[in-house]
């Protein structure tokens, strides 16, 4: 059974960092591209950054690239690393597995989530 499960979101103010974190188990951790999403109420689940298979490709979304670090170590566990947040990053964060792509239905495993909140 596949089981996602983030933590490390939380309250910050502008400017600071977070570093989320998801620990995975019941998969083969090489075989999937992680990728991490983020929501806020009332609109779509939405791409933030992904971390290939294979050698060390990491894809990100405008929006964040410059600010925002995806990895992955071989403790099946993958991170992102979030610096100068900005109140528009203020989500529900999801890590999810699958087999890659910037869209929620090419990845059939998720988390639970956890929030991150960011006041001006």
């Known amino acids: 059974q596949v089981q996602l499960v983030e933590s490390g979101g939380g309250l910050v103010q502008a400017g600071d960092s977070l570093r989320l974190s998801c620990a995975a188990s019941?998969?083969?951790?090489?075989?999937?591209?992680m990728g991490w999403f983020r929501q806020v109420p009332g609109k779509e689940r939405e791409f933030v950054a992904s971390?290939?298979?294979?050698?060390?490709?990491a894809y990100y979304a405008d929006s964040v690239k410059g600010r925002f670090t995806i990895s992955r170590d071989n403790n099946k566990t993958v991170y992102l690393q979030m610096d100068s947040l900005k109140p528009e990053d203020t989500a529900v964060y999801y890590c999810?597995?699958?087999?890659?792509?910037?869209?929620?239905?090419?990845?059939?495993?998720w988390g639970q989530g956890t929030l991150v909140t960011v006041s001006s």
């Open positions: 019941g998969m083969p951790f090489s075989s999937y591209v």
């Open positions: 999810a597995a699958g087999l890659g792509g910037r869209y929620p239905l090419q990845y059939p495993y």
């Open positions: 971390f290939s298979r294979i050698g060390s490709s």
